[in-house]
C-alpha cells in the first residue's frame, strides 16, 4: 500500500469528481510553490479575477 503524505486542514478546498459508476474520485494535486519575487496573496488576486472571467465565459457560452 502507498504511503499517504498528503493531509488537510482547515480551510482547504477538496475536490471530488463523480464517475459514470457513481463512485466518488479524488484527483491528484501538485504542490506548487511562487518564485520568491511573487507574493502568495498576488497569486490568490489572480485565481479569483479568474474564476469570475470563467464563470462570464460560461455564461456567453450557454446562450
Known sequence: ????????????EI????????ELILPKF????????VRPEVIGAYCDVFEEDLGILEDLRNR
Open 30 to 37: 501538485r504542490v506548487a510553490t511562487c518564485p520568491d519575487q
Open 15 to 22: 475536490e471530488f469528481i463523480k464517475n459514470e459508476r457513481g
Open 1 to 12: 500500500m502507498a504511503k499517504d503524505n498528503s493531509f488537510i486542514s482547515s480551510g482547504n
